[in-house]
């Protein structure tokens, strides 16, 4: 069996039922689930079935203490449906989907399992999608991001999120430095007004440099959702 017959047969494999996952807490109850949940080397067993695809959904900070009413994000409903139409379809490719939660337990913000840590509702949550603590504005940094691709053989990274002036951007910069190739969502990342611009231009700004930077490997580029998902064709044979 080849293509995606075979991918959906290993990835029934360690698939647990959705009674079994607790999206608040974003981890597998099950047995089997708690054996792989965490080993990075298992999960690439399913998603490097097709060794040319290499991908991976980088979904950065949608946590319920960055979209209240005191810090309204730029088209928040839009930013997450968009993400919950990428997602879905790199799962159905056999890419990796990974949710970066900021943990702030250090600073008392964002403490791991409050609600302000916990990712928005309004998301699609799968068990068999990776979760990935973050300490700083780069999601590479002192985190187990950079292990986790590189035990799934991703060489290009999708990056979606918020906030695009701080997080994202910090985090396109270090996968660059890091010689991945990096597509940015252009209508995939959000932040919110700033005291001398609003966030609509934050947005339209960050695009036009990382459309214009020059990586020292491979590439960078800005691709709205419809483009990105022309790319992940899964083939029959």
């Known amino acids: 069996m080849t293509g995606q017959g075979s991918d959906q047969m290993l990835l029934s494999l360690i698939r ?16 089997k689930c708690q054996k792989y949940g965490n080993d990075f080397r298992a999960r690439a067993a399913i998603y490097t079935v097709h060794m040319n695809k290499r991908k991976a959904l980088l979904i950065i ?30 799962r159905a490719s056999a890419f990796p989907v990974i949710f970066v939660q900021h943990d702030g337990t250090s600073s008392g913000e964002f ?48 990056i979606t999120g918020c906030a695009t002036d701080f997080c994202v ?37 960050y695009n036009w440099v990382w459309k214009n930077m020059i990586p020292p490997k491979g590439t960078v580029s800005v691709a709205k959702v419809g483009e990105v998902l022309k790319t992940l064709a899964v083939p029959n044979a």
Not at 16 to 31: A, R, W
Not at 175 to 202: C, M, Q, W
Request: charged share 25%.
């Open 16 to 31: 647990p039922q959705k009674k079994d996952y607790n999206p608040k807490l974003n981890y597998c109850q099950t047995s």
């Open 111 to 158: 403490v791991k399992n409050t609600a302000e840590w916990e990712l928005l509702e309004a998301l699609s949550v799968e068990p068999t999608d990776i979760s990935i603590d973050k300490y700083a504005n780069d999601v590479f940094y002192n985190s187990r991001l950079n292990s986790c691709l590189k035990d799934l053989n991703v060489n290009e990274v999708v």
């Open 169 to 205: 951007e910090a985090t396109v910069q270090s996968a660059i430095s890091k010689d991945y190739t990096v597509v940015v969502v252009e209508n995939g990342h959000t932040t919110g007004d700033r005291p001398h611009l609003k966030a609509g231009k934050i947005i339209e700004h």
């Open 61 to 90: 900070d949608m946590q319920k203490g960055s979209f209240t009413d005191e810090t309204p994000r730029f088209d928040a409903d839009g930013i997450v449906h968009r993400i919950n139409i990428l997602a879905r379809q790199f």
